[in-house]
């Protein structure tokens, strides 16, 4: 790809360039946004270059990387505009299907979805990947090369993406530490002591399943002697609810990514309304 344009200037741009640059990434690496203040601030940390007019950024792309929220999606695209070239489109926008991208932004454009993790900015953000089915085979390989420049790749199909992105946040991590470690402090650790204990439970013991190939069952039998304070603290977690706030949790999330599917459809409605057949007379 030889020019790589990020329309969004946010989060997860940020991270996404922060990854690319440690990886040494060789494209030419260019973002729009309509705050200059983000642009100036992510020319001067990741030396990229920007763009103010979108229509200037979007004839340079090679490759789109739309990074934009699910509300604002629709309206980006009207702007765009019907393009006449081939462009390679990558949208992390969540729960916003390609059907819904294609019919916005069709032909010569190819789709995908992307959901990268903010860990990407060290290298080692997991990325979920869904093309469209006319997405072309040596064009996908240099998708999933950008994205394994900043951690794994999975591909997975797109009707499980919405619950790929609810479940797979870093988010999930940084809270549980955050309330594990509190927990800790309470009965009398110090913070630092308290991080690193929770820090230890939560990083090192995945980290031990992850390199493994021991059964994640057998590991939870091992770490949690029957009778012991491990089990003992297992079985009240359990019996507080613990599994069923998870799937709630997970289940308001997925609500809310579908809920961004419905409301990008209807902007688009709003937008693009359709046009009444007049009956003759």
Same mark, same amino acid.
């Given at each position: ?185 309470? &009965?009398? /650790?110090? !913070? $630092?002591? @308290?991080?690193? +204990?929770? %820090?230890? =439970? ?7 399943? *992850? ?42 999330? &997925?609500? /809310?990514? !579908? $809920?961004? @599917?419905?409301? +990008?459809? %209807?902007? =688009? ?7 009444? *057949?007049?009956?003759?007379?």
């Amino acid at each position: 790809m030889r020019t790589t344009v990020f329309l969004g200037g946010g989060r997860i741009t940020a991270a996404l360039l922060a990854g690319l640059r440690l990886a040494k990434y060789p494209a030419r690496l260019v973002v729009y946004d309509h705050h200059p203040g983000k642009l100036r601030e992510l020319k001067r940390v990741y030396g990229v270059l920007t763009e103010r007019v979108l229509k200037r950024a979007v004839a340079e792309a090679d490759l789109l990387i739309i990074a934009v929220r699910p509300g604002s999606i629709s309206g980006l695209l009207q702007e765009i505009g019907q393009l006449r070239r081939p462009v390679i489109a990558v949208s992390l926008a969540a729960g916003v299907p390609l059907s819904f991208l294609r019919r916005r932004l069709g032909p010569p454009v190819r789709w995908a979805r992307a959901m990268p993790s903010p860990v990407c900015r060290s290298g080692k953000g997991l990325t979920a990947l869904s093309f469209a089915r006319d997405f072309p085979l040596a064009t996908q390989r240099q998708v999933r090369s950008l994205f394994a420049r900043v951690g794994p790749v999975l591909e997975i199909p797109e009707k499980q993406f919405d619950v790929f992105t609810v479940t797979y946040s870093c988010s999930h991590g940084y809270h549980a530490l955050a309330n594990l470690a509190a927990a800790a402090e309470k &009965l009398g /650790l110090d !913070r $630092k002591t @308290a991080l690193v +204990a929770a %820090a230890h =439970a939560l990083a090192d013991g995945i980290a031990a399943w *992850r390199e493994g190939d021991i059964l994640l069952g057998a590991l939870l039998h091992e770490a949690a002697t029957p009778g012991g304070i491990a089990a003992t603290v297992m079985k009240s977690m359990e019996r507080g609810g613990y599994n069923k706030v998870v799937a709630r949790g997970l289940s308001a999330g &997925l609500s /809310l990514a !579908r $809920k961004n @599917a419905e409301r +990008a459809q %209807a902007s =688009a409605e709003n937008r693009f309304p359709s046009r009444k *057949r007049r009956t003759p007379r």
